[in-house]
């Protein structure tokens, strides 16, 4: 019968003991989750923390990109403005070296050309005709001594030149007019070839 009681009073404290526990851990259980919750939000924060420090690398990553690429177009834009000027340049001196090369020899007439060498050198009008058979030969003679010719002749087709016709006088073909350096005519020859030319510009230059 003792022993009967003691093991009922054992059992009934140790239930009384597991109660005791329970509740216990019961009433710590909300702790528990708040400092599960802060511990959420901390990692969280360092998350976001971690987030922004990445987006900020990658915005100066994106910003070094730019800056280099802005850097490579203005270099490259820079060469090519050098690589037109220096195009410009020698486009002006090919004009000045083609300028200087018709003051000299045996070339077509053009009236710019004209003006500028009236009145600077002296220099030879030939009104010339394609079917005029001495014409062509005078033509012949002076393209192939041309290397030899030390002034300016510059050839007028005859046919369509009315205006010179009518300031000089021309009435025909194979005419040969001489202008001295001042501008004034010196001559007119019916006929002739380079002989002709160079004898005046011998006498001239």
Known sequence: MLVRIHLSFIIYLTFTMTSIHISRLLSLLPLALITITLAG???GALNSDEYMERD??????????MQADN?????QDEVLMQADDATMMKGDDTMMESTSQTSGGYIAYADTTFARLRGDEPVILFFHAS???T???????????IAN??????KVDYDNAAELKKEYAITSQHTFVFFNADGSVAKKNLGGGFAEAQAFFDNTL
């Open 131 to 133: 079917w005029c058979p």
């Open 71 to 75: 850097e490579a177009v203005m270099k």
């Open 41 to 43: 939000c901390s990692n």
């Open 56 to 65: 900020e690398a990658m915005m100066e990553q994106d910003g070094a990109m």
């Open 135 to 145: 014409c062509r030969t005078a033509d012949q003679d002076i393209s192939d001594q």
């Open 149 to 154: 010719l030390s002034g300016t002749v510059l």
